[in-house]
């Protein structure tokens, strides 16, 4: 291999505060599947799960260079929801929302904890509880912006609907649970009764992306 090939070079010393090697753009979301890992591997106490996720959520998302296009893709019906990650033991998984213009979810569930960190675009969140058989909205609509981080969990307010804030543009989230949560048993509620159904969401793709390729860095050992 001839030397300074340029998908090798690498841009900055190892993964710093870009965390962007070049030819391994997706090296940042792999460093959080690491980090994440880790911190599952720890500890199970959901507090802690939730407050030191969100730092490494918050670090994920500040910047919007890494996910790979083919998990960028809006519906023009539909919300897209591509996995990028579970864990083996499902732990944990990673998922890409990805809204198209004025797109929404029903109000619904997750019975497991969730992180939800705000990549580009906007999105609005309303929680609920449910009342006598009845949906109340729970206190304000709350407007999460590109770089910040919500929690949603059975223990701290489970129920909500989100929507994109933008009428004309997608907007994608990142968001963490804690389960495999595209196979895990949960309810959309209808707004008017409260009625509660049963839905499992599954994924939008067959396909993860491929978070192992390093051989661009090994390459460039190599070439030196
Ligand atoms: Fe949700």
Redesign the pocket.
């Known amino acids: 291999m001839a030397r300074g090939t340029s998908s090798s070079v690498m841009a900055g010393a190892g993964n710093g505060a870009s965390g962007t090697l070049i030819g391994d753009p997706v090296a940042p979301l792999r460093n959080f599947v690491v980090e994440m890992t880790r911190l599952v591997e720890r500890t199970n106490r959901e507090p802690d799960i939730l407050r030191e996720g969100e730092a490494l959520l918050a670090r994920l998302v500040a910047q919007d260079d890494w996910l790979p296009e083919r998990f960028a893709q809006p519906h023009p019906q539909f919300y897209q929801q591509y996995l990028l990650h579970s864990d083996p033991y499902e732990r944990f998984c990673v998922v890409s929302f990805v809204w198209g213009p004025g797109q929404e979810?029903p109000v619904?569930d997750?019975t497991v904890w969730?992180l939800v960190g705000v990549l580009r675009g906007a999105e609005r969140a309303l929680n609920y509880v449910h009342e006598n058989g009845q949906m109340k909205p729970n206190g304000e609509v709350e407007l999460l912006r590109a770089g910040e981080v919500a929690m949603?969990s059975p223990s701290i307010g489970d129920i909500?609907a989100?929507s994109n804030a933008f009428d004309d543009r997608s907007s994608i989230s990142i968001h963490v649970y804690g389960g495999n949560i595209g196979a895990i048993h949960r309810h959309v509620f209808d707004r008017e009764t409260g009625a509660a159904k049963a839905f499992v969401s599954g994924y939008s793709a067959e396909m993860t992306p491929n978070l192992w390729d390093r051989s661009a860095q090994i390459r460039a050992l190599l070439e030196v």
């Open positions: 979810t619904h997750h969730g949603v909500h989100v």
